[in-house]
């Protein structure tokens, strides 16, 4: 058999690969982690008894928003780092220009507060915990978008990773935002932001290795 004939052989074996199968993917790896985190939620955390009454205010739907920007920005950079040489440079802009948004709402918030607040509203009840629940949420996110990857085509492991550990992140703050009362937009700008970056770095690092081909 000659080389012609082995590869016309092997390509005639290939199939059509839907349009939509990375979509697909993503939406099935990050669907199903999602329900994992949000069980993950409820059983260990709760969800906050208020809830009903906290949804009427405008804190708890700017909170929800930030979470949901960097979610969405997260869950669609997964799927653009997926493909060989993929960019998420505008999923990166998009994300950092929420953060800058909601650090300018916090400093907005402080100096419409009375200074001896500052620190209180800056440290909230929970500042030992927020970062810590937000990063151990993002776990079986960062498991899902890792299947996801594992199974198409990122050339850059750490990028991926990184990639994959922001969606998670991300994801996990909109989960744990129905748990957590905290809403002083100082508190949201520092602690929500840092276990979204802390769960990046660790995609990061640990993709490095699990993405590599």
Known sequence: MTTNDLIARLTGELKPVSRTAVLERVGTGLGISLVASAVLMVLWLGMRP??????????????????????????????????????????????????????????????????????AMLKGRTITVCTFNIVMLSLPLLIGAFWVLRGLAPTRPTLAGAAAGLAAGSIASLVYSFHCDESAMPFIAVWYTLGVLVAGLIGAITGRFILRW
Not at 87 to 104: C, D, E, F, P, Q
């Open 50 to 119: 208020d809830l009903a009454e906290a949804s009427t205010t405008m804190m708890f739907w700017t909170k929800f928003t930030y979470t949901l920007i960097l979610a969405v920005a997260g869950g669609w950079a997964v799927k653009r780092i997926a493909h060989p040489l993929g960019s998420i440079r505008v999923n990166l802009g998009l994300m950092a220009a929420t953060i800058v948004v909601m650090i300018v709402l916090a400093f907005a918030q402080l100096a419409m507060t009375p200074p001896e607040e500052h620190m």
